[in-house]
């Protein structure tokens, strides 16, 4: 899951700061280079209008899972002078993979294009009211009031949709870069996976940009003496992302109650329901991990589920769960179950057997290519399950959150199912029929909801108690 941290993170500062003519970028994680960025704004003429132009090129290169990742994003933006956006290209290669999102902006929706190892998809989003969505809403925060928030949209290329975020004018600040302290302007800029402090300098330029997991972003003409050999290994974002508790948790993948304290700053929601109960207390959590037990019911028929959620057997942004491919296929698996519970325990235990873990792929994919490739990690498995479920009627919804299977927590993708009552998890990356209470749910929904899941920077876990089952 982790893996689009970077990429996203990225994404969202180039979209909140309008660069003067070409600026480059070394991009660093705990203390490691671990890639560049170029950005750069002009003028064109397009149709006989004169528009803003802006280009971003960001390459970057870490571990993840004991692998090698590597993402290369290339975007182009056309906005008129004012920051209305007229259109927005991304381009993201990773893994042998190409994810390309082409949106075309009018006065109502904007018209998006999308492929990523499938057919072209095409969807129509309702272009937000309550805020704007700009290049650079940079000048109108640095001449607010300290402490002001200011609201905008993004376009987040991966999930297709849009991202309402904040940025708040912090007032005056030092920040050092290498050994050189700078006076700035520290603004933080909130969006709904991670909080960025962004250091402008008096003419509006960035000394440094700071994120989760220590990831710095530096003009090159300030960061050459920064960090560390850049020879020295890249950091595993896996690793570095991964949380480990106060105590040891025995047999984690067994568990079925888990009761804990969560401390994270950044974490404003966490789902509350069948699954686990979350309360927040003076900005932190007590969590309780309480699956639904899969063995004391079979579950209302598939029938029945989908009419009670006709939702969540639609197709969606990389869900084609209308093809052909996957209802003939979904038929074949599922055969003649007619409950909810064997048929998504037939579908988990089809995936789990036949795909293979791939670490190096860093773009979220069309289940078409999942399918082909039969490789990925676990929101590519999650994608397929939930393709393969509804093409087959059974109500299904993504994921996102932590689990551990050795004690330490990592970020993790799965599905829920509808069987008449409640949703119950299913985790088609393990062939266990019951989810454990090693799963921490942190998003569900469709795509664009359960993939902007909050980045737990500066976490802790404090166990209370674990039982297993």
């Given at each position: 899951m982790l893996r689009r941290l970077i990429p996203v993170t990225l994404l969202s500062?180039?979209?909140?700061?309008?660069?003067?003519?070409?600026?480059?970028?070394?991009?660093?994680?705990?203390?490691?280079?671990?890639?560049?960025?170029?950005?750069?704004?002009?003028?064109?003429?397009?149709?006989?209008?004169?528009?803003?132009?802006?280009?971003?090129?960001?390459?970057?290169?870490?571990?993840?899972?004991?692998?090698?990742?590597?993402?290369?994003?290339?975007?182009?933006?056309?906005?008129?002078?004012?920051?209305?956006?007229?259109?927005?290209?991304?381009?993201?290669?990773?893994?042998?993979?190409?994810?390309?999102?082409?949106?075309?902006?009018?006065?109502?929706?904007?018209?998006?294009?999308?492929?990523?190892?499938?057919?072209?998809?095409?969807?129509?989003?309702?272009?937000?009211?309550?805020?704007?969505?700009?290049?650079?809403?940079?000048?109108?925060?640095?001449?607010?009031?300290?402490?002001?928030?200011?609201?905008?949209?993004?376009?987040?290329?991966?999930?297709?949709?849009?991202?309402?975020?904040?940025?708040?004018?912090?007032?005056?600040?030092?920040?050092?870069?290498?050994?050189?302290?700078?006076?700035?302007?520290?603004?933080?800029?909130?969006?709904?996976?991670?909080?960025?402090?962004?250091?402008?300098?008096?003419?509006?330029?960035?000394?440094?940009?700071?994120?989760?997991?220590?990831?710095?972003?530096?003009?090159?003409?300030?960061?050459?003496?920064?960090?560390?050999?850049?020879?020295?290994?890249?950091?595993?974002?896996?690793?570095?992302?991964?949380?480990?508790?106060?105590?040891?948790?025995?047999?984690?993948?067994?568990?079925?109650?888990?009761?804990?304290?969560?401390?994270?700053?950044?974490?404003?929601r966490i789902p509350n329901d069948e699954h686990q109960t979350a309360i927040k207390t003076n900005g932190d959590w007590q969590i309780a991990v309480h699956p639904v037990d899969i063995s004391k019911s079979v579950g209302t028929t598939i029938t029945l589920a989908a009419k009670q959620q006709p939702k969540w057997v639609e197709p969606d942004t990389y869900i084609p769960s209308d093809s052909q491919r996957f209802k003939a296929l979904a038929k074949q698996i599922i055969g003649k179950q007619t409950r909810v519970r064997g048929a998504a325990l037939a579908v988990q235990n089809w995936i789990a057997d036949r795909m293979r873990p791939n670490p190096g792929i860093g773009v979220l994919r069309d289940a078409n290519e999942v399918l082909s490739s039969k490789e990925g990690v676990c929101r590519d498995y999650a994608i397929l399950a939930a393709t393969l479920l509804r093409a087959g009627g059974v109500p299904t919804r993504m994921c996102s959150g932590l689990v551990s299977w050795d004690g330490t927590f990592y970020y993790h993708a799965w599905v829920e199912v509808w069987n008449g009552k409640s949703w119950i998890g299913i985790d088609p990356t393990v062939t266990d029929p019951q989810i454990s209470a090693a799963h921490i749910k942190l998003a569900d929904g469709n795509i664009a909801t359960a993939f902007q899941f909050p980045v737990l920077d500066k976490v802790s876990i404090k166990v209370e108690e674990a039982v297993s089952r």
């Open positions: 500062l180039a979209a909140i700061f309008s660069f003067a003519d070409t600026t480059h970028l070394g991009i660093y994680m705990q203390g490691s280079r671990v890639g560049d960025a170029t950005f750069s704004d002009t003028t064109e003429v397009l149709n006989g209008k004169t528009l803003k132009r802006g280009d971003s090129s960001t390459k970057i290169s870490t571990g993840m899972m004991g692998g090698a990742l590597s993402v290369e994003i290339n975007s182009t933006s056309w906005s008129e002078m004012n920051g209305r956006p007229v259109r927005m290209l991304f381009v993201t290669k990773s893994g042998g993979r190409t994810m390309t999102v082409d949106a075309n902006f009018g006065e109502i929706y904007a018209d998006v294009t999308l492929q990523s190892g499938g057919p072209k998809q095409k969807k129509r989003l309702l272009i937000p009211t309550d805020g704007p969505i700009v290049d650079d809403p940079m000048p109108m925060v640095l001449k607010g009031e300290i402490n002001a928030k200011t609201s905008f949209y993004e376009l987040r290329p991966d999930t297709v949709s849009f991202s309402k975020d904040q940025a708040i004018n912090r007032g005056p600040s030092k920040v050092k870069v290498g050994d050189k302290t700078y006076d700035a302007t520290l603004v933080d800029v909130i969006d709904s996976m991670s909080t960025m402090h962004v250091y402008v300098g008096g003419k509006g330029n960035l000394i440094k940009a700071e994120g989760p997991l220590g990831l710095e972003m530096i003009p090159e003409e300030l960061g050459s003496s920064t960090v560390s050999d850049e020879n020295s290994a890249s950091p595993d974002l896996a690793t570095a992302s991964s949380i480990k508790p106060d105590k040891p948790v025995a047999n984690p993948g067994a568990l079925k109650f888990f009761k804990f304290h969560l401390t994270a700053p950044d974490a404003n």
